[in-house]
């Protein structure tokens, strides 16, 4: 058994969608990225790449190729999720929380959970989103951006 631990953060940015765990969610601004800056789907990413030693995010989809930019998030989610079987491991479970003072992102949860399982090829059940403010502090709780982290347990198969 092996566990990672990935977290990803993203300033807003007006004219951008705000998409997590693959969700459009309705904002006045979205969070500022080479890809989609799906924050709470890099953070699950980087848990299942380090969980294998696969390295991050970054590595495998560099910011500095123009193929991933504006790149969906669970696309690039579904790629890792691939490396990770290709390397001997099955995914087992994964854990998040999203960290951010607006929107109030409860009523998006389930959608989330269903598009990170299905791009993972898990059952919704394996796959927890949790949301919370930072009662108005730091930068999530001044509305600057959006943080997420993950956790993940894997098993050599």
Known sequence: LRTGLGMDVHAFAPGRKLILGGVDIPHHQGLDGHSDADVLAHAISDALLGAVRGGDIGKLFPDTDPA???????????????????????????????AAQAPKLSPYREAMRENLAAAMGLPVENVGVKATTTEHLGPEGREEGITAYATCLVYRI
């Open 68 to 98: 991933y930019k504006d790149a969906d998030s669970l696309k690039l989610l579904a790629e890792v999720a691939r490396f990770v079987r290709e390397r001997g491991f099955e995914i087992i479970d994964v854990d998040s929380v999203i």
